[in-house]
């Protein structure tokens, strides 16, 4: 398997030229999650792009859904489908929809309505238990994801139920639409939270491909709990002038120049 | 009054609703204190980020949590102050809708719920992001009163009547560049719907998005040698019975045009008029029960056939 820090770093590139050319779309946040893709479609998860509705492939659900342009991109990295259709963000005649649509393969779940995919990961674990299948579920969180009750409903659920197949990576940038998460609904230490649900729960740097695998491996290897990665990151990872910046939340359009420049640091990076 | 520093856009410019929104939001914030924005992290996206900057005491926010936010509007209402909900259609009309029932609609409580990011004029944001079924689901809520504006304009005029209006209110917020219709002099009425263009072989009734372009349509058939009336219905219940009795009465049928689902909305509306008062001929001009989907405002409405052209042939067809 190529580097992990690589693959990322393709991630970044590729999701850049995506938003550049669909004219709009959220690179802040899906710069922070490229790190995470990098790992768990290149090393952790078992999939197989060739039968994206093969049944006992591992699930991913990215319930964040506006940072979709990261996961278009990993998908076609990954081989489910060229390139060209993942930069064809947005447009009336492409299939890579502003926020996740099924039709595109590699796509487990709808979403773009924040707070919804916990649940389907939640019932997608029920349904592997119920069959005796062996897969497991991947869930990339938001901070929105985390301000929504529906997610704190699934999170009771799966820990009542110790759904040890279930993990939910909560990707903690710190900022959400209109400002800082401090400032805007300040929810403190979530992992805490989440551990009292009888989750297991790991805190990590969301940056580190090493570290991101090592928390999965832990994961794995935890019985009867479902495990929650708290991911500090930052919003805008790879772009010095996106970085922290709220402006780059979205829905915005990257002159070319903007591409050019981030282009040149994520190519030296 | 407070009224003539405002500043309304020429007719024929294209300007968002979400614009005037923000502007309205801030003029009556001045003009009036009995009432408060309740966002949900998306005052950028709706169009009340002025609010937000010049009057940051007339927000309550609530972050990523619509359900809190609405049934919390419940509970300000109570208190006598009138919450003024903002959020996307998808989020106010249907994730928090059974907050808005429960906890507003049926208790008869004085609140409002505007909402952007309606209808394929969303764009690029796609299917989940396109509310084409918010006028369905507020609109079967007893004693809701469901306004769509057509224009920048209409919208400035419709706010203060709907903080007048004492019960809960949905309006909807439009996003994409819209031709302004109605001038500066232009009077809103709750109920009521105007004639835009005079005519007698069909009658459109649109809403939104919508009128610009039966009026467009209605000049284009007008070179054909066929008289189109064009309805603004600005507020989908109560309808206006009367015009839509009139329409049906006086014209070979009715064309309805709305940027929402064909199920539910402005058409079944006006079809459950006529079926009552007065059985009538009528096409249904819109998103023919499917899911949106990504692509420009613009480019959009030809695909899903709810452009001039479709309200053209739904015309023809009638003559
Ligand atoms: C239910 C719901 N409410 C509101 C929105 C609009 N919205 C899209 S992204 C966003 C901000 C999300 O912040 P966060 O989850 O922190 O995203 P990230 O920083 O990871 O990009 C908002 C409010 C939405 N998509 N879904
Ligand atoms: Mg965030």
């Not at chain 1, 779940?109 to 019932?123: D, E, I, K, R, Y």
């Not at chain 2, 996307?88 to 004085?110: D, L, S, W």
């Not at chain 2, 992001?129 to 304009?153: C, F, H, K, Y």
């Not at chain 2, 009139?246 to 689902?261: L, P, S």
Request: glycine content about 10%.
């Amino acid at each position: 398997m190529a580097d992990l820090k690589e693959i990322a770093n393709t991630i970044r590139i590729n999701c850049l030229k995506a938003i550049h050319a669909g004219r709009s779309g959220h690179p802040g946040g899906s710069l922070s999650i490229a790190d995470m893709l990098a790992v768990l479609y290149f090393d952790e998860m078992n999939v197989d792009p060739g039968r994206p509705d093969w049944n006992e492939r591992d699930r991913f659900i990215l319930s964040k859904g506006h940072a979709c342009p990261s996961l278009y991109v990993a998908l076609a990295q990954r081989g489910y489908f060229p390139m060209d259709d993942a930069l064809k963000l947005r447009k009336i005649d492409g299939f890579a929809e502003g926020h996740p649509d099924m039709r595109m393969p590699g796509i487990d779940a709808p979403s773009g309505s924040l707070g919804m995919g916990l649940s389907q990961g939640l019932g997608m674990a029920l349904g592997a238990r119920h069959q005796g299948l062996g897969f497991r579920t991947h869930v990339i969180l938001g901070d929105g994801d985390m301000q929504e009750g529906n997610t704190w409903e699934a999170i009771m659920s799966a820990g009542h139920k110790k759904m040890d197949s279930l993990v939910a990576i909560y990707d903690s940038n710190k900022l959400q639409g209109d400002a800082p998460v401090s400032t805007q609904l300040n929810m403190g230490d979530v992992g805490a939270k989440v551990a009292t649900f009888g989750w297991h729960v790991v805190y990590v740097d969301g940056h580190d491909v090493d570290v991101l695998k090592t928390a999965l491996a832990e994961a794995r290897a935890t019985k009867n709990q479902p495990t929650f990665i708290v991911a500090d990151t930052i919003k805008g990872k790879g772009v010095s002038f996106m970085e922290g910046v709220l402006f780059w939340h979205g829905s915005v359009t990257m002159t070319d120049d903007q591409l050019t420049n981030s282009l040149r640091e994520l190519n030296h990076g | 009054m407070a009224d003539t520093a405002l500043q309304y856009w020429n007719v024929g410019e294209d300007v968002s609703v979400r614009d005037a929104f923000g502007r309205i939001l801030v003029h009556q914030a001045e003009a009036r204190s009995d009432w408060v924005l309740l966002d949900a992290d998306v005052a950028g996206g709706t169009g009340a980020k002025p609010l937000v900057t010049e009057h940051p005491d007339r927000v309550m926010q609530f972050g990523i949590a619509e359900q809190n936010m609405m049934a919390a509007a419940g509970g300000v209402a109570d208190t006598g102050l009138i919450p003024v909900v903002s959020t996307f259609g998808a989020f106010g009309c249907m994730r928090a809708h059974e907050q808005f029932r429960t906890a507003i609609a049926y208790p008869e409580r004085n609140a409002k719920l505007c909402c952007s990011h309606i209808g394929l004029d969303v764009g690029p944001d796609g299917a989940t992001a396109q509310m084409l079924e918010d006028l369905a689901t507020m609109r079967a809520i007893p004693g809701v009163t469901v306004v769509s504006p057509a224009d920048a304009n209409e919208f400035m005029k419709a706010f203060p009547a709907i903080l007048d209006h004492e019960g809960p209110v949905y309006m909807r917020i439009g996003r994409s560049p819209t031709p302004v219709v109605f001038g500066a002099d232009y009077e809103f009425e709750i109920g009521k719907a105007t004639r835009v263009r005079h005519g007698s072989d069909v009658t459109v009734i649109a809403t939104g998005v919508m009128v610009a372009r039966a009026l467009e349509a209605a000049e284009t058939l007008a070179g054909e040698g066929v008289s189109v009336r064009v309805v603004n219905m600005a507020t989908i219940k109560p309808i206006d019975v009367a015009e839509v009795v009139a329409a049906a009465a006086e014209t070979k049928g009715i064309v309805t045009a709305e940027d929402h689902n064909i199920f539910g909305g402005l058409g079944s509306a006006v079809a459950e008029c006529t079926a009552q008062h007065y059985p009538a001929k009528i096409k249904f001009v819109g998103v023919d029960d499917t899911f949106g989907k990504s692509g420009e405002h613009d480019e959009l409405p030809a695909m899903f056939g709810i452009d001039a052209k479709a309200i053209f042939t739904a015309c023809k067809k009638l003559v």
